[in-house]
């Protein structure tokens, strides 16, 4: 695992986005797998501005998203669909057919789970995949549990992870309690992991999944088992280091 520690959120998100700009100029027809949540967003302001100066295309590009709530539409405001869309693919001319998010008001989640999983596997794999991070150490909406879910499947998110995530909603009834996520076995597939973290927040969460055992009550330690992951925290993430 590479650790990089940045100045702060600027510098974080130059450098991951440098890594998804790479990505995007090698390779016309790349696979991005992406995450939501507040870190990426200057992360994606920037690949938005390097597009909007003409440097680069989304035309080939393939997205996967690592998860969604349950229960949103992708018209509704706190989706992460509508998200993604706010902050990066409305800029850019990536076509629909090729952005792909769970779907979140399936009427059959399991069916939903493994459709997505599969439309994963026929691309391949994913190129480079982004992830944050959450203070309990999940990743995509892997919580901390008994064991590990190796594939995509539906979740019950705890308690603080509604908490946190409840800045983005009006109240915290309004935030859904369940969602579809990758596993952790999908996670490991992608060819490289780049993940960002910022903040005293989440400092505890990246010293245990650096230097802790590999335990699925600290999903991201499972990272340790993949041999190109790069972590871009911030001085105040790396605080327990
Ligand atoms: O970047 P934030 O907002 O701290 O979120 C951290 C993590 O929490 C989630 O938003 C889900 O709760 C993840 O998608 C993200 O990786």
Request: charged share 25%.
């Amino acid at each position: 695992m590479e650790i990089v520690i940045k100045k702060d959120y600027d510098e974080v998100s130059e450098l991951a986005a440098k890594y998804m700009l790479d990505v995007i100029r090698n390779k016309e027809n790349a696979v991005l797998g992406l995450p939501t949540g507040g870190t990426p967003i200057r992360m994606y302001n920037i690949v938005v501005e390097e597009y909007k100066r003409k440097k680069i295309l989304f035309n080939n590009i393939k997205t996967f998203n690592l998860d969604e709530y349950i229960g949103l539409s992708k018209l509704n405001k706190q989706s992460y669909y509508y998200f993604m869309n706010k902050h990066l693919f409305s800029y850019t001319d990536i076509k629909e057919e090729n952005i792909h998010t769970p779907n979140g008001m399936t009427k059959d989640v399991l069916n939903e789970c493994i459709n997505y999983e599969n439309k994963i596997k026929a691309v391949g794999s994913m190129d480079i995949l982004f992830l944050g991070i959450g203070q309990n150490g999940h990743i995509g909406f892997n919580e901390p549990a008994d064991f590990f879910e190796p594939y995509t499947h539906k979740v019950i998110l705890k308690e603080k992870t509604v908490k946190s995530n409840s800045r983005f909603f009006e109240k915290i009834e309004d935030v859904p309690v369940t969602a579809i996520t990758m596993g952790v076995k999908t996670i490991l597939s992608a060819k490289k992991i780049v993940m960002l973290a910022i903040g005293e927040t989440k400092a505890d969460a990246i010293s245990k999944m650096v230097n802790g055992k590999i335990t699925p009550q600290l999903p991201a330690s499972i990272l340790q088992l993949h041999n190109d992951v790069t972590v871009i925290v911030d001085e105040n993430a790396s605080k327990y280091l």
